[in-house]
């Protein structure tokens, strides 16, 4: 199965970065397809964290994507391959 890793960030969804699709020996045939993973990352891109439009504070709150701190809720996650 392909796979392709989508970082967009959390608070405006906006694309972050587009990583290169990882193939497997199927890819290219008839009826296969890409599964696309989606990670969020940071809180909001330049354009929207100026934005007076745009109000990404409220009653909302975001965290980050917790690959790099201790704020993950699955402690086992980093463990996994």
Same mark, same amino acid.
């Given at each position: 199965?392909?796979?392709? #890793?989508?970082? @967009?960030?959390?608070?405006?969804?906006? #694309?972050?970065?587009? $990583?290169?699709?990882?193939?497997?020996?199927?890819?290219?045939?008839?009826?296969?397809?890409?599964?696309? @993973?989606?990670? #969020?990352?940071?809180?909001?891109?330049?354009? $929207?964290?100026?934005?007076? /439009? $745009?109000?990404?504070?409220? *009653?909302?709150?975001? /965290?980050?994507?917790?690959?790099?701190? *201790?704020?993950?809720?699955?402690?086992?996650?980093?463990? @996994? @391959?």
């Amino acid at each position: 199965m392909c796979y392709q #890793l989508v970082e @967009r960030y959390s608070a405006c969804h906006c #694309l972050y970065y587009q $990583h290169a699709v990882d193939r497997c020996p199927a890819y290219g045939q008839s009826g296969h397809h890409i599964t696309t @993973r989606t990670i #969020l990352v940071g809180y909001a891109c330049s354009k $929207h964290a100026q934005s007076s /439009s $745009h109000s990404y504070s409220g *009653n909302q709150t975001y /965290s980050d994507s917790g690959y790099y701190s *201790n704020q993950s809720g699955d402690s086992s996650y980093h463990h @996994r @391959r």
